[in-house]
Each structure stands twice: as C-alpha cells, then as structure tokens.
C-alpha cells in the first residue's frame, strides 16, 4: 500500500516495474514498492512534495517488524541513514542495510563509518 503524496504516481510505476519483471500476474512482492519510492525520491523535480531519505520497515504475515538502515546520499555524501536520520559515527547499528542502487542486503552489525564524513 502507498499513502502519501502522489499514491496514483507511485501505483503506475508499481505496475511498471512488476511488468518489466514478470511478476504482475504473479502477485509477488518483494522490494518493489521500496524500488518505486527510491526512484521517484531521485526524479523528484516534478513532485516537490516528497523528498529525503527513504524510510523502510518490512512487516510480516505475523506481524513482525524490522525496520532498514538505508545508504544514501545526503548533502552529496553517502551516507547510513536509519528511519530518515542520518547515521552517526560513534553510534551502534544492528539493523539490516539495504542499498537502494544494488537492493543488496547487508549485516549493519560490524558497520565502522564505512561512509563519507
């Protein structure tokens, strides 16, 4: 589900993205929905309501959570954000990482300021 701002933007793209991977029909999901908002969070010129960094917690058939630390850029520099807060040095992380440019995920837990200051 999308909420927010430009919902029908975020829809089409959603299906988009599902047709160019084979999955429309399929009704699986994986990471596509975070795929549309980190795209439309990078082509934002025509939406100047939204922006910042993605914010992404995956929640389960039960009802488990995990929220993500997010590599993106802020101020031109990569950086760790967690839930839209840029990550700080002498902070612990133990959160899973996703790189929104690979949709790789990494193990947060032995993280030691691997990004630009």
């Given at each position: 589900?999308?909420?927010?701002?430009?919902?029908?933007?975020?829809?089409?793209?959603?299906?988009?993205?599902?047709?160019?991977?084979?999955?429309?029909?399929?009704?699986?999901?994986?990471?596509?929905?975070?795929?549309?908002?980190?795209?439309?969070?990078?082509?934002?010129?025509?939406?100047?309501?939204?922006?910042?960094?993605?914010?992404?917690?995956?929640?389960?058939?039960?009802?488990?959570t995990?929220?993500?630390?997010?590599?993106?850029?802020?101020?031109?520099?990569?950086?760790?954000?967690?839930?839209?807060?840029?990550?700080?040095?002498?902070?612990?992380?133990?959160?899973?990482?996703?790189?929104?440019?690979?949709?790789?995920?990494?193990n947060?837990?032995?993280?030691e300021?691997d990004?630009?200051?």
């Amino acid at each position: 589900m999308f909420i927010g701002d430009y919902v029908d933007i975020a829809k089409k793209k959603l299906i988009d993205l599902l047709r160019e991977k084979n999955k429309l029909t399929s009704g699986d999901l994986d990471y596509e929905p975070f795929e549309v908002l980190v795209d439309m969070l990078k082509n934002n010129s025509d939406m100047p309501a939204i922006g910042g960094a993605p914010q992404l917690l995956k929640v389960y058939r039960h009802m488990n959570t995990t929220a993500f630390a997010v590599k993106w850029k802020v101020n031109s520099k990569s950086r760790i954000v967690f839930l839209g807060r840029p990550f700080q040095a002498a902070e612990k992380l133990s959160h899973p990482l996703i790189d929104p440019e690979t949709m790789v995920i990494s193990n947060t837990t032995n993280i030691e300021n691997d990004f630009e200051e």
